[in-house]
């Protein structure tokens, strides 16, 4: 599948999705409260993204049951939405892909339930930091690897945590899922080279243990295979003709 270079009138149309998937991080903010069941969320996120025109990609997406991903403590992505409520002491990771006018915004942020200790914090700081810095490696004329290279470097390299390769980022557009595949662990100067027009996403799941990973029997949650904690940070990012633009940003939120 070849790579998608958008035009002036695509990168538009990626700019409108990219910051409705935004607003609804910042709509469902206040609703991440202890009680809250993950159904609940889906719900409220569903309703708002149906009322601005668009659609909640997972929904059906190859037998996804639900709108939005909601991954909560080990779980390191792809989490279901059900009846569980959220409690003091969790931390979540909301995933949220819209399709506005036929183009896909792909963004996911953490949220902490009450209160948590100061080693988890430190855990969604440093998955932020490490998304971060795989942005700044974004340029036309590098490279895939470098990417993942500056994420790994920090997030193993400096902090000691398990960075999960089973998961990626990717290319996205008109299409969900598309090569580029942005792995989070890589090699300076190897890889697909980045190219202005380009736009994929950056998605390091960071785990406080091992990087490995185990799928659930509804086929979809993947945990982490220690149970200990896993976050994650997502941007939508657009190559530039000098560098990148983050088409997923939130005034407000966490920038390097
Ligand atoms: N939003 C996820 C990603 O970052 C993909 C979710 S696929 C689903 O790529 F089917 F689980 F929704
Ligand atoms: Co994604
Ligand atoms: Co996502």
């Known amino acids: 599948m070849a790579v998608e270079i958008h035009n002036k009138e695509g ?6 999705t990219c ?4 607003s609804v991080l910042e709509f469902i903010e206040p609703h991440v409260v202890p009680g809250v069941t993950t159904e609940k969320l889906d719900e409220l996120c569903h309703a708002y993204i149906l009322d601005h025109k ?3 990609a997972p929904l059906n997406y190859k037998g996804f049951p639900k709108s939005i991903c909601t991954s909560i403590n080990e779980v390191v992505c792809h989490g279901i ?7 003091d002491g969790d931390i979540i990771n909301v995933d949220i892909t819209t399709i506005l006018d036929g183009y896909h915004g792909d963004t996911s942020e953490m949220f902490v339930v009450g209160e948590v200790p100061a080693h988890v914090h430190k ?3 440093v998955t932020r930091r490490s998304l971060w810095l795989g942005i700044h490696e974004v340029a036309p004329g590098k490279r895939v690897g470098d990417i993942g290279a500056a994420i790994y470097e920090f997030a193993h390299g400096e902090h000691g945590y398990g960075v999960v390769e089973a998961f990626c980022g990717h290319g996205i557009g008109r299409k969900f899922h ?3 595949q942005i792995a989070h662990r890589g090699k300076r100067g190897r890889g ?3 190219a202005a027009g380009m736009t994929f996403t950056i998605e390091p799941m960071i785990n406080e243990g091992s990087p490995h990973c185990e799928i659930l029997d509804d086929d979809w949650t993947a945990v982490t295979i ?3 904690l896993s976050a994650q940070a997502e941007h939508t990012i657009l190559v530039t003709d000098d560098g990148y633009d983050v088409l997923t940003k939130r005034d407000g939120a966490f920038s390097m």
């Open 19 to 22: 910051r409705l998937a935004a």
């Open 178 to 180: 598309t090569e580029p």
């Open 11 to 16: 990168i538009e149309k990626m700019r409108a």
């Open 54 to 56: 668009a659609i909640p």
């Open 123 to 125: 855990l969604i700081d």
């Open 81 to 87: 939405p059900e009846k569980r409520e959220l409690r």
């Open 226 to 228: 220690d149970n200990k």
């Open 192 to 194: 697909k080279r980045l």
